[in-house]
T-cell receptor
């Protein structure tokens, strides 16, 4: 099993550009989530999904969109990148909910100039 | 919103020492996670617990639901234990919402 995979590992964008961070898991997990990690802030929840076709907002959703068309994939879209979105992004999955053991992807380091 | 506090923020110890990292939270939870983040950035799950105590090798995690407090202990610490240790809580009521994280404890074990 590959576990949770994320692409790309690194990305540099200019302000106003859009892009999609990819996240995929091969463990048949229902629950998937996106977090951002900033120095001194800890990890913060952006969006999460409890199954295909179901998504919800987390603590810091502004500027990000998600969709969940399949169980395996949970992409995160930045519609118009801003310097405040410079961060490290982690995708995670678990069997059913945040109550279960979490499996994290390797992260994407994003810089917005 | 649950407030999750970890202490200490930074800890430097000598190899072989017994290490304790603390986590407290403000609102009732369904589960608490201890995570480890190595300098390379990857995050791995160490424990998930909702009551009592769990042990895995040299790591022990305990939780006191009434006091809203958890501790992570490392016995016979080793330089390879150097990492950031993160506490995260899952909300009560089914856990459909995401985790709330502490800011982490940066642990350095010197040989």
């Amino acid at each position: 099993n590959a576990g949770v995979t994320q692409t790309p590992k690194f990305q540099v964008l200019k302000t106003g550009q859009s892009m999609t961070l990819q996240c995929a898991q091969d463990m048949n997990h229902e629950y998937m989530s996106w977090y951002r990690q900033d120095p001194g802030m800890g990890l913060r929840l952006i969006h999460y999904s409890v199954g295909a076709g179901i998504t919800d907002q987390g603590e810091v959703p502004n500027g990000y969109n998600v969709s969940r068309s399949t169980t395996e994939d949970f992409p995160l879209r930045l519609l118009s990148a801003a310097p405040s979105q410079t961060s490290v992004y982690f995708c995670a999955s678990s069997y059913v909910s945040s109550f279960n053991e979490q499996f994290f992807g390797p992260g994407t380091r994003l810089t917005v100039l | 919103k649950n407030e999750v506090e970890q202490s200490p923020q930074n800890l430097t110890a000598q190899e072989g020492e017994f290490i304790t990292i603390n986590c407290s939270y403000s609102v009732g939870i369904s589960a608490l996670h201890w995570l480890q983040q190595h300098p390379g950035g990857g995050i791995v799950s160490l424990f998930m617990l909702s009551s009592g105590k769990k042990k895995h090798g040299r790591l022990i995690a305990t939780i006191n639901i009434q006091e809203k407090h958890s501790s992570l202990h490392i016995t016979a610490s080793h330089p390879r234990d150097s990492a950031v240790y993160i506490c995260a809580v899952a909300p009560s009521g089914g856990g459909a919402d995401g985790l709330t994280f502490g800011k982490g404890t940066h642990l350095i074990i010197q040989p």
